[in-house]
Nanobody, 121 residues
Framework: QVQVVESGGGLVQPGGSLRLSCAASGTSETIYAMDWYRQVAENRRVRVATINMYGRTDYEESVKGRFTISRDKDKNTAYLQMTSLKPEDTAVYYC???????????????WGRGTQVTVSS
């Protein structure tokens, strides 16, 4: 059973920084990619950042230049360094681990339970 655990959330003032961590365990398959999502409405989550197995990254427009995703393959861990935080970054942040399907594409996804980030003075 794959487990995904996020950590590092908390309360920070506008302009501050936080680093989120996402640890994946229990997977015997190669991890194809790891994503960070955030909850923007009751039934809507938006992908914030992705890093794939080749190290390629992609960001949602509103966080470009402020957030950086990275990954430690040996530890099956991803990080999201968030700087210049704004009140509108307040959300529950979720990590998603996408396994490889064994044919060079993304297979099954596994979600964590999320970590709260609150940006407020």
């Amino acid at each position: 059973q794959v487990q995904v655990v996020e950590s590092g959330g908390g309360l920070v003032q506008p302009g501050g920084s936080l680093r989120l961590s996402c640890a994946a365990s229990g997977t015997s398959e190669t991890i194809y990619a790891m994503d960070w999502y955030r909850q923007v409405a009751e039934n809507r989550r938006v992908r914030v950042a992705t890093i794939n197995m080749y190290g390629r990254t992609d960001y949602e427009e509103s966080v470009k230049g402020r957030f950086t995703i990275s990954r430690d393959k040996d530890k099956n861990t991803a990080y999201l360094q968030m700087t210049s935080l704004k009140p509108e970054d307040t959300a529950v942040y979720y990590c998603v681990v996408g396994q490889s399907d064994g044919r060079g594409s993304r297979g099954r996804d596994y979600w964590g339970r999320g970590t709260q980030v609150t940006v407020s003075s």
